[in-house]
């Protein structure tokens, strides 16, 4: 594996984090527990450096565009060329406590302007990248971390700037049923002319759009959001709900009626179930009946999709639903399914959903453990029928194949691990996100930045890609960090009173019920 220009601390702790393990009792002595403090506080400045890594590479090559291009120090704008990295880095910039480049930011997003781009616009990404950073930013800025930034005229922009954004996409949900387009020409006011959306890109809208109401105290945003997802809580005709709350994939605008009744946890539809029992945490009062058909979907998941692999059945993968049989096949965006399935029984405090989020975030980190660079793939499938020869051992040995070999840094299987940590206080959790952390600064660090790969298994991870995603900031390296980082009220806790709640972009929203 090769060795990246860093620290000499850095290099250390990662020997030292493959050389032991950690003590699991419950009891520890407070000589152990003050060793596992020291090393979690070296672990996150690590992670820390990392962040500023990669932030010094983007603002002195990138920015103010969308993103790093890392192998040639050029940028990219697929993000409508609003800043994308910027935003995005913005609440893990906060929760990391480091003010000149909070300041950086928060003095950049009054500038912005929402109303100017040459391409289409996704109101999916704009919304958990855009509207979810600044909101988020406003949410720690006047709260917990106030003071951190030093221009208060820029801060309230934050939320200015998010109406803004708001009004400018709202014309999104002007259809026959209230249910939006999701690629928009803000110039116009057009669409791209599809005649559908998809389940996660109506289902992953109502946490920000809900939130900017909360703030703003203009109810259209939550109003306009929530009846998009109305189709999705009732969905329609009966056929596309095969199992109770496992739903299809594509609704149609003009009508409401779900295409089909294909079921996936996977891109594409995942994320419309992680805001079910999201919302419930923002607000239990008003949104039970999505805590409802989370419950339902989880139960019916454990009962009909749970799956293993015949070669390693102590793993358990999640499996798609199609065409009325299970599809043994699976994705890193699914692997956010163990954090899911880990919030819903800390909340609601069914240790059953608690057991099987475990078995889900061992399955996840087993496609880390089991390839040459430790990093787990894009998609990868445990259909024994279907094993190419070239993979038989490594199928028969790990328990699945890898069916796209690339990683993009893509952050869900260290974030269904922060959940598994934070809710069992299990040491062996913030060694493993660490082990994944090392690897990923082997394998994907360049001179200014970090790219994706194109082959996690075989050593060095094959070819670079020349981009690194604004989740990068927003997701991975906040995980990273805050697993090891101390509790803050932020933080994900263990007894299911949570004062914030995370979009699915790790933007960390407070919830409703506190004040």
Not at 15 to 21: D, I, K
Not at 244 to 266: C, H, K, M, R
């Amino acid at each position: 594996m090769r060795v990246p220009s860093l620290s000499l601390s850095l290099t250390a702790l990662s020997l030292a984090g493959h050389a032991f393990s950690y003590p699991h009792s419950v009891e520890q002595t407070g000589a152990v527990q003050r060793r596992q403090d020291a090393k979690a506080s070296e672990r996150a400045e690590a992670v820390k450096e990392a962040f500023k890594h990669a932030w010094k590479g983007y603002r002195q090559y990138a920015f103010p565009h969308d993103e790093l291009h890392p192998e040639s120090n050029g940028y990219g704008d697929s993000r409508n060329g609003w800043g994308a990295s910027a935003v995005d880095a913005l609440s893990t910039a906060l929760v990391m406590r480091i003010p000149e480049i909070v300041d950086d930011i928060v003095n950049y997003i009054p500038t912005i302007d929402y109303s100017k781009t040459s391409s289409l616009v996704s109101l999916f990404e704009t919304t958990i990248r855009y509207l979810g950073g600044m909101l988020s930013g406003y949410d720690l800025l006047t709260g917990p971390l106030n003071g951190l930034a030093s221009n208060p005229d820029a801060v309230e922009a934050l939320l200015t700037q998010s109406k803004n954004l708001a009004n400018i996409l709202k014309f999104a949900f002007d259809t026959p049923t209230g249910i939006p387009y999701n690629n928009l020409n803000i110039s116009s006011g057009g669409n791209d002319g599809s005649t559908s959306n998809g389940l996660a890109t109506i289902g992953t809208l109502v946490l920000e759009w809900t939130r900017l109401s909360d703030l703003t105290g203009d109810s259209q945003y939550a109003e306009l959001s929530q009846k998009g997802e109305s189709y999705l809580l009732k969905p329609m005709p009966p056929t596309a709900e095969p199992f109770p709350g496992l739903v299809g994939s594509n609704v149609n605008i003009d009508t409401g009626l779900f295409e089909d009744a294909q079921v996936s946890w996977g891109g594409g539809d995942d994320s419309f179930y992680e805001y079910l029992i999201k919302m419930y945490v923002y607000d239990p009062n008003r949104f039970a009946s999505y805590k409802d058909r989370w419950v339902a979907a989880a139960d019916s998941t454990i009962a009909h999709l749970k799956s293993s692999p015949a070669s390693r059945p102590d793993l358990t993968f999640i499996a798609n639903y199609i065409n009325g049989k299970l599809d043994l096949n699976s994705q890193h965006l699914t692997c956010f399914d163990g954090g899911s399935f880990l919030l819903g029984g800390q909340v609601l405090k069914r240790q059953e959903y608690i057991d099987f989020g475990l078995e889900l975030v061992n399955g996840c980190y087993a496609t880390y453990a089991q390839t040459a660079t430790h990093i787990g793939p894009e998609q990868f499938s445990w259909d024994a029928a279907s094993v190419p020869t070239s993979q038989k051992a490594f199928y028969n040995k790990t328990g699945f194949y890898i069916t796209n070999s690339a990683y993009v840094l893509r952050p869900e299987v260290i974030e269904s691990i922060y959940y598994a940590y934070r809710i069992t206080g299990d040491q062996k959790y913030r060694d493993w996100a660490w082990d994944a952390f090392v690897a990923i600064n082997a394998t994907t660090r360049t001179d200014s930045g970090f790219a994706g790969i194109s082959n996690v298994n075989t050593p060095g991870g094959g070819s670079k890609y020349d981009n690194q995603e604004s989740f990068l900031f927003a997701e991975v390296l906040k995980y990273c960090y805050l697993i090891h980082a101390p509790d803050d009220e932020w933080q994900v806790n263990h007894d299911g009173s949570n004062s914030w709640v995370f979009n699915t972009e790790a933007h960390p929203f407070k919830v409703a019920a506190k004040k």
